[in-house]
């Protein structure tokens, strides 16, 4: 499998994490605010305080925002909202995907998981978790699969902390 591309959440944590990754593999990695985490208000007392995305793609110059989003997570939101949010960026993103992709994030990377693979069996979301998800073009894969339009989805490495722990 190739590696397309890494995802990063818009946290400075996240991104310092994808530079990481993408300085290792010779690659760049995208910032993508849309997949920005629930913005729950029993969380939240006001809209969350993030460091602006421009300063954070000047700091670690392997990631960059690909695009003007067209959504921001709004504050407050609803779970229903996070879940509509996440699914229509994710079958963007993914939609002419062929290989492997690499998310770096935090507990809405589960929800990404749901959408591609069908479930969240095997999902871990811990701060600043590395999930690799492989799109197979064959029909011999395991439990943690959903078939999409011909095309098969399966989670390899979900929740990968241990960058952590260096």
Request: charged share 25%; proline share 6%.
């Amino acid at each position: 499998m190739t590696l397309r591309q890494v995802y990063s959440l818009p946290f400075l944590r996240t991104i310092e994490t994808a530079s990481e990754i993408c300085a290792e593999i010779s690659k760049s990695g995208a910032v993508e605010p849309v997949l920005g985490e629930h913005r729950n208000p029993e969380w939240f007392d006001a809209e969350p305080e993030t460091i602006d995305i421009d300063h954070l793609t000047l700091q670690f110059e392997r990631c960059h925002q690909n695009h003007d989003p067209e959504i921001f997570p709004p504050y407050p939101e609803s779970p229903a909202e996070v879940m509509n949010r996440i699914g229509k960026k994710t079958r963007q993103l993914t939609k002419s995907m062929s290989d492997t992709i690499v998310l770096v994030g935090h507990g809405v990377i589960s929800s990404v998981v749901d959408g591609l693979i069908g479930t969240t069996a095997g999902a871990n979301a811990p701060l600043c978790g590395i999930t690799r998800i492989d799109r197979e073009q064959n029909n011999g894969l395991e439990s943690t699969e959903i078939v999409e339009k011909g095309n098969n989805w399966q989670l390899r490495c979900s929740g990968d902390t241990t960058h952590l722990d260096a």
